[in-house]
C-alpha cells in the first residue's frame, strides 16, 4: 500500500515538537501534563497554558518504577511512573504542573508516590454517574479552572473559551469524519496508522492537530473514492489505552491478518466523542462527566456503544484489551463479552503488559479468533 | 495457656446465631449484609433492621467465582462472590439486601456482577478526605437512612437513632478497652483468639457482642493482674482485612513464635475507632467518614496512626498485609514502610492470597523477620 503523506507528516511534526514547547515555555507559556481523558484541556488551552499527554507507553522503564511501586500494577502506570523517576519523558521534564486525576486505584495511589517527585493537581472524578456526582464534578472542574488561571497567571474569558470549545469540537469532528471513513470497506486507514494518528497528534499543538487531520480526511476520502484500501478480518478493539510506544496488539492483530476499523478506548473512541454543546464551564464539565470509562459505576452507556460502534464500524468481531492488573476495564469485559455473545459479535479478551513474553501465545490466539470468525 | 471462656463463648453465640436469624426473620426483621466497615450500622439497628457481615474468607468458593470474575483481583472479593453464587453463606442467603460500597476498582466491579444475583445497594464513598467529598458522604448516607426506612417499613426515630448510637459506641470503648490490656506484657490474648473475638462477633447481635465483650475484659483484666499472658515479639499487623475463615498470616505468626498485639486493619482497630460524637445522622456521616481505609487519596492520618498504635501497643515491628492484588493497600505500603523504617520501626511487607502455595515461603520469611526484630 502507498504511504499516507499526513500520517508521514504527524512524524515530522512530532520530532519538532519538543523544540517548540522548550521555545514557547521559554516564552512564559505553562504547560501542563496529563494522563488521561478526563482532563478538560479546553481550559488549560483557553488560559494559554499547553497540554500534553505524558508517556507511558514503553517496557523500558517498568524496572525503574519497581523499585517504588509494586509489581503487580498496570503496566501503563508503572511505564509513566518509571519515565518520570528516571527524567526521560521530555513532556513531563517540561511540565510545570502534571495534572492527575482518580479514575483507578492504581492511578490514584501511584499519584502520592509521584507527589514526591513533582508538581501535582488532582481532580477527583467520583465513581457514579448520577447527578450528585456530577455535582461533585462541575465543582472540580471550576477549581481546575482557578487553578490553572492561578498558574498561568491569565483569566478565561469568555471570548477565549468559546474560540477554544469551537475549535477542540472541531477536530472531534474531524475525528468522527474518519471513523466514518473507516467504515468502508475496504477501509482506508489500517490499525497501525490510526494508532500513530491517536498516539502522536495528541502531542501536538491543535492548530496542527486539525491542519493535519483535513489533509488525512482528504486522503482518506481520495482512498474511499478509488475503492483502495484494506481487506481482512474486520476488528474492533475496546478497552484499555494503548499511549505512544505500545502498539502490541495492534502489531499482532495486523499482522495475522486482521484489520482494524475501530478502537473504543481512551486513545480512540472516549478521546473525541461528544461535542461540548455550549460555551460555559457546566457545558465543558458536562461533556466530560459523560466519558464512558470502565472506571464508573455500572456504566451502561459503555456497553450500548460498543455494540453500536460493531455496527457503524461493520466490524466483524471485538478485541477486548485490557492493561494487566487493570481490575476495572477488566471485570466489565467480563460483563461485555457476555452481551456482546448474547447478540452473536464474536469477541475475545486479552489481557497484556508491555513485555514480549507473551506474544507467540497472544498470535496464536488472534490467528485462532480471526479463523472463526 | 488456659483457654478464655468469653472467646470459647463467642463460638457457642456463633453456632446459633443463623437459627437466631431465621427466626429472626420470620418474625418479620429485615436483613443486611455487608462487606465493609464503612457500612452505617446504626442505621440499620435503628430501623429495626438486622446487620450481618457476609462471608468471604474462604479458598474453597474462588473456583466458583473464577467462572465470572477475572482470577487477578483479590481474594476477598472472589470468595465473597463465590459464596453468593453457590449459596453457600448463611447470611447472604438470609440478607434481604446485600449494602455495597465504592471503596475500591475490584469491589466496586465486581457488584456489577452481584447485580444479576442480588438485591444490591451501593453507597457511593469518594475518592477524597476533603470538605467536597464529605458533602456528598453525608448525602449518600442520608439516602441510605431513607433507603433503610422503605426496606424496614420503620421511620428511624431521634430516641432509637440515639440508644443506637449509645449502644454501638459502648462497643466501640469496650473494643479500646481490649486494645489498652493488650498493650501489657506479657499481653493477656494471642492474635489468634483477638481474630477470632472481630471475625466472629461481628455476626452476633450488639447486645450479645457487649454482653461478651465485657465477659472477655474481665477475664483479660484478671490476667494482666497475675501477669499471665503471651510473651514473644510482639507484632502490629497493618493491612486489609481477615475476615472470618481467613487466619492464614495470624496462624504463622504465631507459629514462628510472634505475638500480634493489634491490628490495623478493617477487622481491627478500622472497625471500632472514633466514637460518634453526637446524636444525628450528620454525626454518624462523620464518624464513617474518618475511617482511614487506603482507598482515600492522601490518606496520612493512616500513616500517623500506624506509628501512635506500634507505640501503644508495644509493637516490636509490623507486619503490612496485603491480600493479592488489591492495589490500594499495597501501593500504599510501600509510602508506610519507607515512613515506618525512616522511624526506626522494623516492617515486613507480604502480599498473599487465601491459597496454601506460599505457606513455606511466608513461614521462612516470617521467621527471618522476627529474628531480626
Chains 1, 2 share one sequence.
Request: hydrophobic share 35%; glycine share 6%.
Amino acid at each position: 500500500m502507498d504511504e499516507l503523506k499526513s500520517i508521514k507528516k504527524i512524524d515530522d511534526f512530532y520530532f519538532t515538537r519538543k523544540k517548540e514547547l522548550i521555545f514557547e515555555k521559554k516564552g512564559g507559556k505553562k504547560i501542563f501534563g496529563k494522563f488521561c481523558v478526563f482532563v478538560p484541556t479546553e481550559i488549560i488551552e483557553a488560559s494559554g497554558g499547553i497540554s500534553v499527554g505524558l508517556c507511558g507507553g514503553k517496557e523500558s522503564t517498568i524496572a525503574t518504577a519497581e523499585e517504588d511501586l509494586p509489581r503487580n500494577i498496570c503496566p501503563l502506570i508503572k511505564s509513566s511512573y518509571g519515565f518520570i523517576k528516571e527524567k526521560n519523558c521530555p513532556y513531563f521534564e517540561l511540565a510545570d504542573v502534571i495534572v492527575g486525576e482518580t479514575t483507578c486505584d492504581g492511578k490514584k495511589k501511584m499519584f502520592e508516590h509521584l507527589m514526591e517527585l513533582s508538581n501535582l493537581y488532582i481532580i477527583h472524578l467520583p465513581h457514579f454517574k448520577d447527578e450528585r456526582s456530577y455535582e461533585l464534578w462541575l465543582k472540580e472542574v471550576h477549581d481546575f479552572k482557578e487553578y490553572v488561571e492561578k498558574i498561568t497567571g491569565n483569566k478565561i474569558t469568555d471570548e477565549k473559551l468559546k474560540e477554544v470549545i469551537d475549535r477542540e469540537n472541531e477536530e472531534r469532528k474531524l475525528y468522527y469524519r474518519v471513523y466514518e471513513l473507516r467504515k468502508n470497506i475496504p477501509t482506508p486507514i489500517n490499525g497501525m496508522d490510526s494508532l500513530k494518528l491517536f498516539q502522536k497528534l495528541s502531542l501536538l499543538k491543535i492548530q496542527d492537530r486539525i491542519k493535519l487531520l483535513k489533509e488525512l480526511i482528504l486522503e482518506l476520502e481520495k482512498r474511499v473514492e478509488n475503492n483502495y484500501g484494506y481487506y481482512g478480518k474486520r476488528i474492533m478493539i475496546s478497552g484499555c489505552p494503548m499511549v505512544f510506544g505500545n502498539t502490541k496488539i495492534v502489531d499482532l492483530i495486523e499482522e495475522v491478518g486482521g484489520i482494524v476499523v475501530g478502537e473504543e478506548t481512551c486513545t480512540g473512541t472516549r478521546k473525541f466523542e461528544n461535542l461540548v454543546n455550549g460555551y460555559s464551564i457546566e457545558d465543558l464539565a458536562k461533556r466530560y462527566f459523560k466519558i464512558s470509562c470502565a472506571s464508573g459505576f455500572n456504566n451502561k452507556i459503555r456497553m450500548e456503544r460498543i455494540k453500536e460502534l460493531v455496527n457503524e464500524q461493520n466490524a466483524d468481531g471485538v478485541i477486548y484489551y485490557t492493561l494487566q492488573y487493570c481490575h476495572t476495564f477488566n471485570i466489565e469485559g467480563v460483563l461485555i463479552e457476555k452481551e456482546l455473545k448474547k447478540e452473536g459479535i464474536p469477541i475475545i479478551r486479552i489481557e497484556t503488559d508491555y513485555s514480549e513474553n507473551d506474544i507467540e501465545q497472544l498470535r496464536t490466539r488472534l490467528e485462532a479468533f480471526l479463523e472463526m470468525i
